[in-house]
């Protein structure tokens, strides 16, 4: 499937998202609208969910031809959801939690394909090395970790932290590309069967 010809509408304002689709050479633009997040019962439905309600919102402004596509990534560690930081204290505190420990990347994203909804999800494990005090203040004095879910950036500064990876590296930047891919060209080349 050739991906420059396949054009998507981004639900998105992430940066992540759009370089990852700039890099594999899809033809998209960026749609952004306002939704409230919800929280389900499981972070699984609760990142799925989202993807869907950011893309149904758009629903009028995909235009014909178009594939809609949102996402939604959270980090959780055991039971709790660790969402963007609040601020410098709460990024401090997440990031004091992930030193030294195990933590899952869980993207959920959602395709609009003319009428059909198609959604799931990709997860990843991250182990972080033991971070010192004075490691976590340099890490929130760069600002970087203020924006992202679970208080880091795989793809920036926070990748000197990352001791181990299992799984997708693009889905804990934020998109599973390749699963996407591997879902557009069933649908598309498959003609959704």
């Not at 959604?119 to 005090?133: A, C, D, H, P, Y």
């Amino acid at each position: 499937m050739r991906v420059e010809k396949i054009n998507i509408a981004l639900v998105s304002s992430s940066p992540r998202r759009k370089e990852i689709l700039e890099m594999v050479g899809f033809n998209f633009r960026v749609i952004k609208v306002e939704t409230k997040e919800k929280f389900e019962s499981s972070p699984y439905l609760t990142a799925v969910k989202n993807s869907e309600l950011k893309v149904l919102a758009a629903k009028g402004l995909i235009n014909d031809g178009e594939i809609g596509l949102a996402a939604d990534t959270i980090v959780v560690m055991g039971d709790e959801i660790l969402g963007k930081p609040k601020g410098e204290g709460e990024a401090r505190e997440f990031l004091k939690k992930l030193s030294g420990k195990w933590h899952t990347v869980i993207t959920g994203f959602a395709l609009l394909i003319g009428e059909r909804l198609i959604s799931g999800f990709e997860e990843t494990r991250v182990k972080f090395k033991k971070l010192t005090l004075p490691e976590i203040d340099w890490y929130i004095s760069t600002k970087e970790p203020l924006d992202k879910a679970g208080a880091y950036g795989i793809q920036g500064k926070g990748a000197l932290f990352i001791e181990t990876i299992d799984g997708d590296f693009f889905n804990v930047m934020g998109l599973p590309i390749g699963r996407i891919y591997d879902i557009l060209e069933l649908e598309i080349e498959g003609g959704g069967n």
